[in-house]
């Protein structure tokens, strides 16, 4: 089997909780929910839902950059939207952050997210095994 490699990026938040931002094990990276925080700890909770959508796919984006993948190596995409009706501004900021990249997705409206967030994601991706690492902090767990 593998082993499970631990991904960290100073390019997002630390992990608030008791997770890693992604593992790494053989060419599968399982990316952690990523919130609408900027990389120093700034919340967005108050901000627009687009702002929020943005902030945490560009979130997503720079682990999955630090792994040494693009959006082209994402297969299965996560997002959490507060309310249904925000559906179409996330679809809309979703396709600009990830332009012709396609992956699985699945949109899931819920009632609320922690600390009154607009939006969280998740993702996993399969990132070819010669990938170079663009700033990754890697270590084998």
Do not use: C
Request: glycine share 10%.
């Amino acid at each position: 089997m593998p082993k499970s490699i631990t991904v960290n990026t100073d390019r997002v938040p630390s992990p608030a909780g008791h997770y890693s931002q992604a593992k790494l094990v053989g060419q599968h990276l399982y990316i952690s929910g990523q919130l609408p925080i900027r990389p120093g700890g700034e919340a967005l909770a108050d901000d627009s839902f687009e702002t929020q959508a943005a902030q945490a796919l560009d979130n997503l984006l720079a682990i999955l950059e630090a792994a040494g993948g693009n959006p082209a190596d994402l297969v299965r995409v996560t997002a959490y939207i507060v309310g249904v009706a925000n559906w179409p501004r996330f679809n809309q900021v979703y396709a600009a952050r990830l332009g012709d990249s396609r992956p699985a997705r699945t949109v899931v409206p819920v009632p609320e997210l922690h600390y009154g967030y607009l939006v969280e994601v998740d993702a996993i991706a399969v990132i070819a095994s010669d990938a170079p690492a663009g700033g990754a902090g890697k270590s084998a767990v």
